[in-house]
């Protein structure tokens, strides 16, 4: 009886993990892992089927690039949505909202749209003098990057983008 309700018990108060689990990837390597970092406007999104998964297209109007030859307008790709009744969340993963300013690093272009680099790692949004990537839903298993170098965290939009720029 007594391992039944330490069973119980342990069964009640467990709860599912909601995260990703990735380590920490600096400004820096997202940028040299990236074709482009533009820096611009949520435009619109909409989720579609592709391939029995749901994914988020993000249309940016951009206003500067970082890192690249940017068209003036991009479609990022990001996995989850909402389509129809039916929405798919990867946690971990960008997710857009129209109307914001956003830095997003970016990898070739797939059909035209790009994918973004790192997951939400490589999608931070502006506010004021700020940058942010949206981590809630990452678990970290290593927060190390490279000497000299800053992890995907807060910071003044000046300090992303003069990190990113000093990248060859």
Known sequence: ?????????????????????ANAVSVEEMARQSDLVVRGKVLSTTSRWSEGRIYTYAEVEVASSLRG???????????????GDVGQRVDGAASF??????????GKPDG????????????????????RPDTSRVEFLST??????????????GELEARVRSVP
Not at 1 to 21: D, E, S
Not at 97 to 106: A, D, M, P, R
Request: net charge positive; aromatic share 4%; glycine share 12%.
């Open 112 to 131: 035209g749209k790009y994918r973004v680099t790192g997951l939400a790692q490589g999608k931070f949004l502006v506010d004021g003098g700020e940058a």
């Open 1 to 21: 009886m007594k391992k039944f309700l330490a069973l119980a018990v342990a069964l009640a108060v467990a709860t599912p993990a909601a995260a990703t689990q």
């Open 144 to 157: 190390q990057v490279r000497a000299g170098e800053r992890r995907a965290e807060a910071m003044s939009i």
């Open 97 to 106: 909202t129209k109307g914001e300013e956003v830095v997003l690093f970016l």
């Open 69 to 83: 030859e940017a068209p003036a307008k991009i479609t990022a790709v990001s996995p989850g949505g909402v389509v």
